[in-house]
């Protein structure tokens, strides 16, 4: 990584999308020693981030996790969810190997907002299921993309990568932002009595593969 210096992308073919690595600095964790990016784009003007363990570029499959910010599970350490456990899970397996990254995008509530992500927490405390709610709130039940993230990796540039992921949304996104994609590798979190019917609902509706 010591070469890997700013720089900016474009793709017209991608609606004009701009994305721009514009730091990188030692990240020293429980989990062990990693390196995080900054990037700035022109889409959402949201900040993401990469950590990223060892040497990434020009690397085949590296081991990847692409990790959508989740307030309550990764801050809170929220049981309503799997999300915390999801992140943690990744970093140690990053840890593991000799190069991986993790992509932690800012796409809260599967896209909706953390706000909104609240709203539809009351509506589940009333009998609704996470799909359900994100419908009545008026939003698809998924509404996050995989560009920015596509040319996050790019901008990384590994040959190939890894994907850690349960969601095929994911896997399809990547692929169809030009990412080679070598392996899908399933995280398995034990569901508690919190989050149970919340894990089926996103294996029976959203496809998941739990």
């Given at each position: 990584?010591?070469?890997?210096?700013?720089?900016?992308i474009?793709?017209e073919s991608?609606n004009?999308?701009e994305?721009?690595?514009?730091a990188?600095?030692?990240l020293?964790?429980?989990?062990?020693?990693f390196?995080?990016a900054a990037?700035?784009n022109?889409r959402d003007?949201?900040?993401?981030?990469a950590?990223i363990?060892g040497?990434?570029?020009?690397?085949?499959?590296?081991?990847?996790?692409?990790?959508?910010?989740c307030?309550?599970?990764d801050?809170?350490?929220s049981?309503?969810?799997?999300?915390?456990e999801q992140l943690h899970?990744?970093?140690?397996?990053?840890?593991?190997?000799?190069?991986g990254?993790?992509?932690?995008?800012?796409?809260?509530?599967?896209g909706?907002?953390?706000?909104?992500?609240?709203?539809a927490?009351?509506?589940?405390?009333?009998?609704?299921d996470t799909?359900?709610?994100?419908?009545h709130?008026?939003?698809?039940?998924?509404?996050?993309s995989?560009?920015?993230?596509?040319e996050?990796?790019?901008?990384l540039?590994?040959?190939s990568?890894q994907l850690?992921t349960n969601?095929?949304?994911?896997?399809?996104g990547l692929?169809?932002?030009?990412i080679?994609v070598?392996?899908?590798?399933p995280?398995k979190?034990m569901?508690?009595p919190?989050n149970e019917?919340?894990?089926?609902?996103?294996?029976?509706?959203?496809?998941?593969?739990?």
């Open positions: 990584m010591s070469n890997l210096k700013p720089k900016l474009s793709q991608v004009d999308l994305v721009n690595l514009v990188i600095a030692n020293p964790t429980k989990f062990g020693q390196k995080i990037f700035e022109n003007a949201k900040e993401h981030i950590i363990k040497h990434v570029e020009g690397q085949s499959d590296v081991l990847t996790r692409i990790h959508s910010e307030v309550t599970g801050v809170f350490s049981r309503k969810c799997d999300c915390g899970y990744a970093m140690e397996e990053l840890a593991k190997n000799e190069a990254l993790l992509l932690y995008m800012r796409q809260e509530g599967r909706i907002g953390l706000a909104n992500k609240i709203r927490y009351q509506l589940q405390d009333n009998g609704m799909v359900e709610a994100n419908l709130l008026g939003f698809d039940d998924d509404m996050r995989y560009d920015i993230a596509a996050m990796i790019r901008l540039a590994p040959q990568v850690m969601n095929p949304k994911k896997y399809r692929l169809d932002a030009g080679e070598s392996e899908r590798l995280i979190i569901a508690n919190f019917h919340y894990l089926e609902t996103k294996k029976e509706k959203s496809g998941h593969l739990l």
